[in-house]
């Protein structure tokens, strides 16, 4: 199974700073790589699909880049209701693959 | 907009089975993959398997092969994760997704069912 790791795993900033995630995975997994936020008692919710892709209706301040082995994630203007655990998923092999989680609370 | 709804909450003891329902509603059944992942006390979320609503086929993760099990009803909308021979290992929230633009690309989540196995 192809492993993700992501760093950190948790973090605190501050109301409008930027936050920067990385996942990064055991194997070229080309751009095949979605990221998810998961507030606290909820389901998972997609943001961010194959790598780089906005989903529809998800604010413009979340992003995505990267490709083979390195991604990375950005909030670009921390908000009070992006408290929640991110996480990436590989899918360029089975079974598809979660990262750790990053816990992203507000300072 | 796609909406999932699933079944409640469950307990069972060690070795016995546990089955989950999946309920989708927006007219989007067909045409998609339903996806299980569960997720432990603690732990990260783990895909255990699909199923392709539109011909029934069905893949499995290795480490679930044997317990579990991944049926549709298409007149119904509704999918269903068995899983057998549970262990206190089991314990988790189990999630169904249906897949967006791309089939392994989890669209759309259901609210989650907590399962507890205890003896």
């Known amino acids: 199974d192809i492993q993700m790791t992501q760093s950190p795993s948790s973090l605190s900033a501050s109301v409008g700073d930027r936050v920067t995630i990385t996942c990064q995975a055991t194997?070229?997994?080309?751009?095949?790589l979605n990221w998810y936020q998961q507030q606290p008692g909820k389901a998972p919710k997609l943001l961010i699909y194959?790598?780089?892709n906005l989903e529809t209706g998800v604010p413009s301040r979340f992003s995505g880049s990267g490709s083979g082995t390195d991604f990375s994630f950005t909030i670009s203007s921390l908000q009070p209701e992006d408290i929640a655990t991110y996480y990436c998923?590989?899918?360029?092999?089975?079974?598809?693959?979660f990262g750790g989680g990053t816990k992203v609370e507000i300072k | 907009q796609v909406q999932l709804v699933q079944s409640g909450a469950e307990v069972r003891k060690p070795g016995a089975s546990v089955k989950v329902s999946c309920t989708a509603s927006?007219?989007?059944?067909?045409?998609?993959?339903i996806h299980w992942v569960r997720q432990a006390p603690g732990q990260r979320l783990e895909w255990m398997g699909c199923?392709?609503?539109?011909?029934?086929?069905?893949k499995y993760s290795q480490k679930f092969q044997g317990r579990v099990t991944i049926n549709r009803d298409t007149s119904a909308s509704r999918a269903y994760m068995d899983l057998s021979s549970l262990r206190s290992e089991d314990t988790a929230v189990y999630y169904c997704?249906?897949?967006?633009?791309?089939?392994?690309?989890?669209?759309?989540w259901g609210q989650g069912t907590p399962v507890t196995v205890s003896s």
């Open positions: 998923q590989q899918y360029d092999n089975l079974p598809p693959t």
């Open positions: 194959d790598a780089s």
């Open positions: 199923i392709s609503v539109d011909n029934g086929k069905t």
């Open positions: 194997q070229d997994i080309s751009n095949y």
């Open positions: 927006g007219n989007t059944f067909n045409n998609h993959g």
């Open positions: 997704a249906i897949s967006g633009r791309y089939f392994w690309v989890f669209g759309y």
